[in-house]
């Protein structure tokens, strides 16, 4: 990707005019105004702001879409805004790869103009590396504010030295968000799990360095790195947390937010809390962004559910074009999201309302075909349903879910 420098350009100054006519002649008062002018100092366009003048952002009270590794794209992120999200942020990309200009990765951090609020999400082990790639994303993109990511689990992050494994080093971690803070003006946010090792929280002790070290906003998930998605988000934690920190850093809250009621749960306790992040309930149910502001339990049949997912498949031959490649760019994604949404079981079907996170569905007959397919776990059967969207799948196509084919024990989303 070619990467060119800013321009800066001055403009200057209005022609005197009388009557719509320049007669070249300037009045007394004409005269006093233009040794003003000259007498004005320049703007240093260049100056950065100090971190306590920096642009603050407000995520008080809206609907947070996390970003999401892989299925967190463009067609459904625009989605996701249909149905209600107020904020919405690109998959995380790493710094490495958009140093080197690949054009994969800065295709990630492509905005749809519907995104009226948005973020990208970054990942590094080191400060001048972020802190040259948050420039590069000021200087080349449309954003409303920069994340990074400080809790990513997956092994093959960590042991670069990034994501969660920067819980384990406090004074990196710092430096990082000041390095990162000094080199932009957009507002600069982060996110972290409550700890590395299980029974080690150690966020609480650090909120208050964050703030100084120029972050506007944590975003923090509710759980270790060890503990990955083995046991439920530990919100009292996070709660506890967000009463620690100052009052110019938001806290978000993350993790199992799956109904309305969880939403107003956590809102209500966290009184400190900001807002909160949904990601694997929108994977499952992207309605969620409806049923939360319409405070509802959405019983949605089988047709409006499909309905979304023509939505989806339009959105995504846009995007990625409609020709064959296009196409079948669309079906990988289209059939990595259903590796997540058959999990979700329709409301009047459960006898406990609303469903968890952590349910584990059994096989169930729907109310018609179309809902009994929707809930089938077999990639055979998810094929078949993008076919009815895009046509027939190339000859001897088979799929398999990019996070190890298992949704539930997936380690790259929260």
């Not at 790639?133 to 994340?147: H, K, N, P, Q």
């Not at 650090?206 to 975003?219: E, L, N």
């Amino acid at each position: 990707m070619s990467i060119s420098a800013s321009q800066i350009t001055h403009g200057g100054g209005d022609e005197h005019k009388t009557n719509g006519i320049d007669d070249g002649v300037k009045s007394k008062s004409e005269q006093l105004i233009t040794e003003c002018e000259f007498d004005t100092p320049e703007i240093d366009k260049d100056a950065k702001m100090n971190l306590r003048e920096k642009k603050l952002i407000d995520f008080r009270g809206k609907l947070y879409l996390a970003p999401l590794t892989t299925v967190g794209n463009l067609p459904f992120r625009r989605l996701c805004k249909l149905l209600g999200a107020d904020i919405t942020c690109g998959e995380m990309a790493m710094c490495a790869n958009l140093l080197q200009g690949q054009a994969s990765e800065w295709a990630l951090l492509r905005r749809h103009s519907s995104e009226d609020l948005f973020g990208v999400q970054i990942c590094g082990a080191y400060p001048d590396m972020i802190a040259h790639t948050v420039e590069l994303i000021e200087r080349e993109c449309s954003v409303d504010f920069i994340d990074i990511n400080m809790g990513c689990p997956i092994d093959i992050v960590v042991n670069k030295g990034a994501g969660s494994s920067l819980l384990n080093k406090p004074v990196k971690m710092q430096n990082i968000i000041k390095a990162a803070a000094a080199t932009i003006e957009k507002p600069l946010t982060v996110k972290v799990r409550t700890g590395y090792f299980e029974g080690r929280n150690c966020v609480h002790s650090r909120i208050s360095d964050f703030s100084k070290a120029g972050a506007a906003a944590i975003t923090i998930h509710g759980r270790t790195r060890q503990q990955r998605y083995s046991k439920l988000a530990d919100w009292d934690y996070i709660y506890q947390c967000a009463q620690a920190a100052p009052d110019d850093l938001q806290v978000v809250g993350n993790g199992d937010i799956f109904a309305y009621t969880d939403w107003n749960e956590h809102l209500q306790n966290g009184t400190n809390l900001s807002t909160c992040m949904i990601a694997r309930g929108a994977l499952i149910k992207p309605w969620i962004f409806t049923e939360i502001k319409e405070q509802r339990h959405w019983d949605i049949s089988a047709s409006e559910r499909f309905d979304i997912l023509k939505d989806f498949a339009r959105f995504g031959l846009q995007h990625w074009g409609s020709d064959k490649k296009g196409v079948e760019t669309t079906r990988h994604f289209l059939l990595e999201w259903l590796s997540y949404s058959y999990r979700y079981i329709p409301v009047s079907l459960l006898d406990i309302v609303p469903q968890r996170m952590n349910w584990r569905p059994p096989s169930y007959f729907g109310r018609n075909d179309l809902e009994t397919l929707l809930a089938s776990d077999s990639a055979a059967d998810w094929v078949r349903i993008s076919e009815m969207l895009l046509g027939p799948a190339p000859a001897g196509f088979m799929f398999t879910p990019k996070h190890k084919s298992n949704a539930y024990d997936s380690t790259d989303n929260g």
